[in-house]
């Protein structure tokens, strides 16, 4: 049912875990939809130095949350932010139609934690000026 | 490491080889058609469809010609519910009372059958899954005409007071069906005890063959026919007859009956070692299902902070099969409705994992499977941003 990308990504996820004291961090979802991602950045002159996750969630979930961390790691945060659910989908070979949320949801995980850093390193990041987090609380969309 | 354990045995189950071999001669040797009466070839058919309803009939104490076969469960639920409540619709009674955590088979019909103006009653059920006998008494009404309720759930294995339940149809004049599917061969059922009236069964839960189900329905219950044209099953059901697969069926019974009581020892034995072997290896862990009252195939825990699908897949790479309540694995949008209705939440009812177990196991295989799934569990929650309880409880 799933592509080998994604069940490499779900064996082997890249970049997993908590990050001490990120400069960005975001959390998309919610228990009651069976998916949360959290992303965790350290950002430095602009640049995503290093990038971490944690993600409760079904296989998809696991890997779109992995791949999504490899794309913008070392990336500026102004490519950062450019990152869609679309191109999760295809470096990931696909996803089932069922499980395409999983990649909206590793976009807007990112656009959280760029979000965070924007607000508290008080600099202003194109494509995120009207970004509300709470506009992002997906409805279980299955 | 190259273990391959199947722990899906509500799913479906092997054929078993004594029923295979019986099966065989009935493709491509005794291949005739059953309503052939004139020729030999089809009246050897037609008495091995008969010695496999008596096998059944026996099983169950009920007479040969109160059983019936159909294609699956889900046919013997939709005959028994479409059945009663059209035959009895001009009568005055439009109302079925049933459970909340009945298979689809029954869920599904009872909402087709509001369109034709038939109400339906869902009892609830506490936390280990069993409903309340004083809400059935209060749901019942005048226009009442059936109540339908699992015999035992394929989900959580919980195991109805049937009995009491059936003693209260009776006493009321009320018919009682009863879905079986996931209890016959590993509860002992007389309907005549148990006071059923209809009953759906399924030969693939217990070592028959698919495509094949049975119904029991007592002599002079008002029910219409589902699948009309021929004169199969005394008028009941039309169609030809899957021979082989009734005799695979009434094979699969004849060998439950004969087994019933070692079958039922082992399987609760190994069932008991995988619950204590859970329970005491992972931390965070919530039974489903009663604790005693329960299928002794049966084992459903809920993994906190963590998600079902996966589990299955990093199960699946051991070598292990089995199945989630998990909405990512159905493609619905919540989770089992099962357990939602025993007042677990989302998030919980998100990480559950059901094992339902063989004969074919080994405590070994028991152990290996707790081992695998203290594994599974602990990296898995290394990754979760769910920590603990409040997490888990927000939204």
């Keep these: 049912m799933y592509s080998e990308i994604v069940m490499d990504h779900f064996r082997n996820p890249r970049n997993v875990g908590h990050m001490e004291k990120p400069d960005g961090v975001g959390q998309v979802g919610n228990p009651k939809c069976g998916d949360i991602m959290k992303i965790y950045l350290k950002i430095k002159d602009d640049i995503i130095e290093d990038v971490k996750f944690e993600t409760f969630g079904c296989g998809s979930a696991i890997a779109s949350s992995s791949i999504a961390t490899e794309l913008i790691k070392g990336k500026s945060i102004h490519e950062a932010v450019e990152l869609t659910n679309k191109a999760v989908v295809e470096a990931l070979g696909g996803l089932p139609p069922v499980k395409v949320h999983c990649s909206v949801l590793a976009e807007q995980a990112v656009k959280s934690a760029l979000y965070d850093y924007a607000k508290k390193a008080n600099k202003v990041i194109k494509g995120l000026e009207n970004y509300k987090p709470e506009d992002d609380e997906i409805h279980c969309q299955h | 490491m190259s273990r391959k354990l199947y722990l ?110 038939i109400e339906t009653t869902y009892l609830d059920v506490d936390r280990y899954g069993l ?28 195991i109805q007071p049937i ?35 209809l009953m759906s069964m399924s030969a693939h839960k217990i070592g ?23 004169g199969q099953e005394r008028g009941r059901r039309a ?39 859970i329970k005491n290896n992972i931390p ?27 589990i299955l897949l990093l199960l699946d790479m051991e070598g292990i099969s089995a199945s989630s309540g998990s909405a990512c694995t159905s493609g619905s949008l919540d989770p089992s409705h099962v357990l939602l209705a025993t ?11 059901r094992f339902t177990l063989s004969e074919e196991l080994t405590e070994e295989d028991i152990d290996y499977t707790v081992e695998t799934m203290k594994k599974i569990i602990t990296r898995l929650r290394a990754m979760s941003p769910i920590k603990n309880d409040e997490d888990l409880h927000k939204n």
């Excluded at chain 2, 030809?240 to 019933?260: L, P």
């Design chain 2, 343 to 353: 007042g677990l939440d989302h998030g919980t009812a998100h990480g559950s994992i």
């Design chain 2, 239 to 277: 169609g030809t007859e899957g021979v082989q697969n009734i005799v695979g069926f009434g094979k699969a019974v004849e060998i439950a009956a004969r087994d019933f009581d070692k079958h039922v020892e082992r399987l609760t034995v190994l069932r008991n070692r995988l619950i204590d072997g």
């Design chain 2, 8 to 117: 899906d045995n509500a799913a479906t189950t092997r054929v078993k080889k004594e029923v295979i071999d019986e099966m065989r001669q009935y493709f491509d040797i005794l291949y005739g058609n059953p309503s052939s009466q004139l020729y030999e070839l089809g009246r050897k058919s037609k008495e091995a469809i008969e010695k496999a309803r008596k096998t059944l009939a026996d099983f169950l104490n009920a007479e040969e010609k109160e059983i019936y076969f159909t294609a699956s469960g889900t046919e013997s639920d939709n005959w028994a519910l479409k059945g009663v409540a059209f035959a009895n619709l001009n009568k005055g009674k439009n109302h079925i009372i049933t459970t909340k955590i009945e298979h689809h088979a029954i869920l599904h019909t009872c909402e087709y059958l509001e369109k034709f103006g």
């Design chain 2, 208 to 230: 028959g063959p698919k495509g094949i189900g049975g119904m029991y329905i007592r002599k002079g219950t008002r029910i219409d026919n589902f699948i009309h044209g021929g």
């Design chain 2, 163 to 197: 009995e009491e339940i059936g003693k209260i149809a009776k006493d009321h004049g009320i018919l009682f069906h009863v879905d079986a599917v996931q209890a016959l061969g590993g509860i002992r059922i007389d309907v005549n005890k148990l006071h059923i009236d």
């Design chain 2, 284 to 310: 965070d862990v919530v039974l489903n299902g009663h604790p005693t009252q329960r299928l002794p195939n049966n084992v459903n825990f809920s993994y906190k902070f963590v998600e079902g699908e996966s």
């Design chain 2, 131 to 158: 409903i309340d006998i004083e809400q059935l008494k209060e749901s019942i009404r005048p226009e009442t005409i059936l109540i339908s309720v699992m015999f035992a759930n394929n989900e959580i294995g919980t």
